[in-house]
């Protein structure tokens, strides 16, 4: 059932939204994480390095997706905000059509690449054979990764923040259930690992659907819902494609950093793989508050309450910007011991050294990443979504790439400036964020 999230207090709004999503987001990360860790236990640094590299590509394509997917979430909040359930059926059904399609084009194509995906990634040799078996498994299973994040946009979008938890806690459970069978009991490696990703997914969307056909809302759904119609994807793709190109660009620096570490050594590409995963942990806070400026910023533009919209964005300003900084200062501490946590080997040593380096440069993006995610989030919902755009490709393009090549040939022996230069990217994302902010709150709310 559809929740309105226009009215009452913003503060409790924003909190009682948001738990939700960060527990999603909890669990999301916890799903990918756990191959990384299962594998470690059992395998050696090639298999852990397999794994950080697939499943990296494997998160650029899923963020990308839902980048896409915000277009749906935004649409639909939107008529829901301003009570116009006909509106928000055509969005659902046209996103069910948009993306069923999508998923089927991307599955074919990436099956036919992967190959010289994995050369383009610089895979060290020892870990070529693990990765391409990750990656083609995980490719077939795109469509059910796709149909999980647009059923859980919709949700959102419909101020259901809820059920997307439980969906995604249960095939959490799932992936470790089964990564300890294939990977621990079959031996079975990265390929164990691929597996337990795309059936605990499958798993995922039929339970998803199992709730959708006992769920009673107030918007009907027919055929002439789900027949494409030129405005309704249209509008979602307004707002879709400049995130899902944000998004897209953002894990390309990510991959490009992969690469660069990938010619360091196979113990670097192991060691800045494990801590993107730690990394994509330490996000949850910042993420969801994305989601949730995202989401409950629609619904109020949709009502036309721009004011409280602006609201929201504060609040998630406040406690993204206090949760980095506590964070950033925590890891200081305690960085080696968080690498030290998924890699086992005799080997793992230099992975546990220079990934405690990379970690404590990097963790300092918490603080700036946070604040620019809310602006995302809000630029979203009001419409404006080729700004949040805008300053991640030019943090990218002006600082963290370039920053990143530069820390690597420089500093050959640390991976502390590399770190460093992710944080100094997003800080000029904030500072282009600001300026923008400022820029539009001058003029008429559009939607």
Same mark, same amino acid.
């Given at each position: ?25 909890? #669990?999301?990360? $916890?799903y ?24 990296? #590509? ?8 839902v ?19 006909k ?23 990436? $099956? ?22 990750? +990656? ?62 795309? +059936? ?12 959708? $056909? ?27 494609v *400049?995130?899902a ?13 992969? /690469? ?19 990394? !994509?942990?330490?996000f ?21 309450? *721009? ?15 206090? @949760?980095?900084?506590?964070?950033? $200062?925590?890891v200081?501490?305690c ?8 890699t ?13 380096? @990379?970690?404590?440069g @990097? ?14 989030? @809000? ?10 755009? +805008? ?9 963290? /790439? ?17 770190? #460093?230069?992710?944080?100094?990217? !997003?800080? #000029? ?14 003029e008429?709310?559009?939607?």
């Amino acid at each position: 059932m559809e929740k309105n999230l226009t009215t009452g207090s913003v503060f409790k709004t924003v909190v009682f939204f948001s738990l939700p999503y960060f527990l999603s987001y909890f #669990l999301q990360t $916890l799903y990918g994480m756990a191959d990384l860790f299962i594998v470690g236990q059992y395998e050696g640094v090639a298999s852990t390095t397999a794994v950080s590299v697939g499943s990296q #590509l494997m998160h650029m394509l899923t963020v990308v997706i839902v980048g896409l997917a915000m277009g749906s979430t935004v649409s639909i909040g939107q008529a829901i905000g301003a009570n116009d359930t006909k509106k928000a059926g055509q969005q659902i059904g046209n996103t069910v059509t948009l993306f069923l399609s999508l998923s089927v084009v991307l599955t074919g194509l990436l $099956l036919a690449l992967v190959d010289p995906i994995v050369a383009l990634m610089s895979t060290p040799e020892e870990a070529v054979e693990g990765t391409a078996a990750y +990656l083609t498994v995980c490719f077939l299973g795109i469509p059910f990764i796709t149909a999980y994040n647009i059923i859980s946009s919709i949700f959102r979008g419909m101020g259901d923040s809820k059920t997307p938890m439980f969906l995604i806690a249960a095939a959490c459970a799932a992936n470790i259930g089964l990564d300890y069978l294939f990977i621990g009991g079959l031996g079975l490696g990265p390929m164990g690992a691929a597996l337990g990703t795309t +059936l605990s997914q499958t798993f995922s969307v039929l339970l998803s659907l199992a709730v959708i $056909l006992r769920r009673k809302s107030g918007i009907r759904l027919s055929k002439q819902n789900f027949r494409p119609c030129a405005p309704v994807m249209k509008q979602i793709l307004r707002v879709g494609v *400049p995130v899902a190109l944000q998004d897209g660009f953002i894990q390309i620096s990510f991959l490009i950093i992969t /690469v660069i570490a990938n010619g360091r050594g196979l113990s670097d590409a192991a060691a800045v793989g494990i801590v993107e995963k730690i990394i !994509s942990f330490l996000f949850l806070v910042p993420s969801s508050m994305l989601s949730t400026v995202s989401a409950l910023g629609a619904q109020n533009f949709g009502a036309g309450k *721009p004011q409280r919209a602006r609201q929201t964005l504060g609040y998630a300003l406040c406690i993204a910007g206090v @949760y980095g900084l506590c964070i950033a $200062l925590l890891v200081q501490l305690c960085a080696e011991p968080m690498v030290a946590l998924f890699t086992d080997s005799a080997d793992s040593a230099q992975v546990i050294l220079g990934g405690g380096q @990379y970690l404590r440069g @990097y963790v300092w993006d918490c603080v700036f990443a946070g604040m620019h995610f809310s602006f995302s989030g @809000y630029f979203c919902a009001c419409g404006k979504s080729s700004l949040s755009f +805008l300053h991640n490709f030019l943090s990218i393009v002006l600082v963290r /790439v370039p920053g990143a090549y530069l820390a690597s040939a420089l500093f050959p022996s640390t991976l502390l400036p590399m770190g #460093l230069a992710t944080a100094a990217g !997003s800080l #000029l994302s904030v500072c282009v964020c600001l300026i923008a902010y400022r820029a539009i709150t001058r003029e008429p709310v559009t939607r």
